[in-house]
């Protein structure tokens, strides 16, 4: 499948012709909300991570990128908040890890 514009798009982003949130809140616009709800349900809050909702102990970082962008363990749902944070200013590789 070609992703023609999809990279056009990216490289407006690259060459900040165009910002994420510009193409973030012209996508969600367009989308149908049962689209976003597809979207959101598969890529970012997905049930398999509300497994351990109740695990308040710090004892948690949250990587990005490969950085970790906590300076102290935090509790999973704060993990959670950091991660969504990220994703929605359009990190990919946001990864919850137990420290």
């Not at 499948?1 to 060459?15: A, G, P, Q, V």
């Amino acid at each position: 499948m070609s992703r023609r514009y999809t990279n056009l798009l990216i490289d407006d982003i690259e060459n900040s012709l165009l910002t994420r949130k510009f193409i973030l809140d012209n996508l969600l616009e367009w989308l149908s909300e049962d689209e976003v709800e597809e979207f959101a349900k598969s890529k970012i809050y997905t049930e398999d991570e509300d497994a351990d909702e109740d695990e308040v102990e710090d004892m948690y970082t949250v990587w990005v990128g490969g950085t970790e962008v906590v300076d102290n363990y935090v509790s999973y749902k704060t993990a959670k908040e950091i991660r969504n944070k990220f994703k929605s200013e359009g990190y990919d590789d946001v990864i919850i890890s137990i420290a």
